[in-house]
């Protein structure tokens, strides 16, 4: 079996749950927990209000349902609008295709109601692993994070359509010739482009959105007899990789350590409200305050040394939009050193319109190193008034594999966010349930949870 489309149909469809590890097991579950938050979040952000209202134009009401409402749409419109907000404040997790959790787990749980008999927790959590799983394999076969996005595509709309489609196949038991077209379909399902940077409009967000839907789609498809092209991996004309990574792409990484090299262990959650590129910096401003005991108005300046690919993503200063301050690092600085934090509330518009914010976002310089990889963390230097100064730089940001968020922190989080849609008491019933889904026999009480009148 060398065709590597079928290497994964054959992974997606036979893979044991008996043959996870339970390290992994937890790490999905507060993935879970951790992206049921950010939804619940950004249920009523007003792109995901106005999403939601231009469906309905089309769609009263569905079987699936929208998180932290009472209202229901159809599966794949339900995957579309739950994956919007899921992304919507940019508090969702990274590291996987990129934002694999607002693509993979609205996928999923939109397809549910489709599923008979019902999903127990396990077979759940199975097929989330699966999902990243894919979806991140496709990013490195692509070259990895960075010749894929500088290449001008969103790697979470591009890639995630294929973690969706595979949990989806998963969940939907279809066999391996289904799973095969499910990938098939996903492939020309695919898309996301870079554009937004420009202007902080709001396609980004739909770039979580849009591969839930996309996936969802793809398996339905799939699994009434809608056949997709089986060689979408190989070097052929019209390939994927062909297409969107000619220069760069690693059909290798598709298959290698499959099964064994899990592609969850290595997703960040994330602690800031702003893109994840910005984290290390907010961290390392956090130590140099403390290192120079100095409060914001002791900075004289800040100067940010780094890759060319973060200061072409992360240099913007143009505050007017949400999307357009979540990614801007100076921002972010401005926000840690003036409100002490970079968490949602940081993002509020009067603060994205603050004289002083605005006014202290004007003694940080981002500036390129060209002996910088890509994906190397920027290094701070802080300039202070009585002419001291010292330099940090923190290769290991706060909720990263290698300093993941504490399970207090993590319950914290969710609460603060989950706490916005639905009440706290629901908030606490629903943690549980996520922390302890392996346990559940269905996953009723999980939808029930995400449903507020």
Not at 12 to 28: G, T
Not at 136 to 155: D, F
Not at 404 to 411: A, E, F, G, I, N
């Amino acid at each position: 079996m060398t065709n590597p489309q079928q290497v994964l149909s054959h992974f997606i469809c036979n893979s044991r749950y008996e043959d996870l590890p339970v390290e992994l097991i937890e790490k999905a579950k507060r993935h879970l927990l951790d992206t049921l938050g950010a939804a619940l979040a950004g249920a009523n952000a007003e792109l995901t209000q106005r999403c939601l209202r231009a469906l309905q134009i089309c769609e009263a009401s569905g079987p699936a349902g929208i998180w932290g409402s009472a209202h229901g749409l159809s599966p794949r419109n339900a995957a579309l609008v739950n994956g919007i907000a899921a992304h919507a404040l940019e508090l969702d997790d990274a590291g996987g295709c990129d934002h694999s959790g607002a693509v993979v787990v609205p996928a999923m749980l939109a397809v549910l109601p489709l599923c008979a008999p019902m999903p127990n927790g396990k077979e759940l959590l199975h097929a989330m692993v699966i999902g990243y799983d894919i979806a991140r394999r496709v990013l490195e076969a692509c070259g990895g994070y960075s010749p894929h996005n500088e290449a001008g595509w969103h790697s979470t709309g591009t890639c995630g359509v294929f973690g969706a489609a595979a949990a989806c196949a998963r969940l939907l038991k279809l066999d391996e010739k289904q799973t095969s077209w499910t990938l098939g379909l996903a492939a020309s399902m695919s898309g996301g482009l870079w554009a937004f940077i420009h202007d902080g409009t709001d396609s980004k967000k739909l770039h979580a959105g849009r591969p839930a839907e996309s996936g969802l789609l793809a398996a339905l498809l799939a699994k009434n007899a809608v056949s997709g092209p089986g060689q979408v991996f190989d070097d052929v004309w019209g390939g994927f990789l062909c297409t969107l990574a000619r220069d760069a792409a690693r059909p290798q990484a598709l298959t290698a350590d499959l099964g064994s090299v899990w592609k969850l262990a290595r997703c960040s959650i994330k602690p800031y409200a702003a893109c994840r590129g910005t984290h290390s910096a907010i961290d390392a401003i956090g130590d140099l305050l403390k290192t120079l005991n100095i409060e914001a108005h002791a900075i004289k300046s800040i100067d940010v040394k780094a890759s060319a690919f973060l200061v072409g993503m992360c240099a913007g200063v143009d505050t007017t939009t949400l999307a357009a301050s979540q990614m801007s690092l100076p921002y972010a600085l401005a926000v840690r050193c003036l409100r002490g934090h970079a968490g949602l509330d940081a993002y509020d518009p009067h603060e994205r319109s603050s004289a002083q914010i605005l006014g202290f976002m004007g003694r940080i310089t981002m500036r390129v190193d060209a002996q910088f990889a890509p994906l190397e963390e920027p290094v701070v230097t802080v300039f202070t008034r009585d002419g001291r100064h010292a330099t940090q730089q923190v290769k290991a940001p706060l909720g990263g594999p290698l300093n993941p968020v504490s399970d207090t922190q993590l319950l914290e989080k969710f609460n603060s966010l989950a706490r916005r849609a639905i009440p706290a008491v629901q908030a606490q019933k629903l943690a549980k349930v996520c922390l302890d889904l392996d346990k559940a026999n269905n996953l009723h009480s999980l939808l029930d949870l995400l449903r507020f009148d």
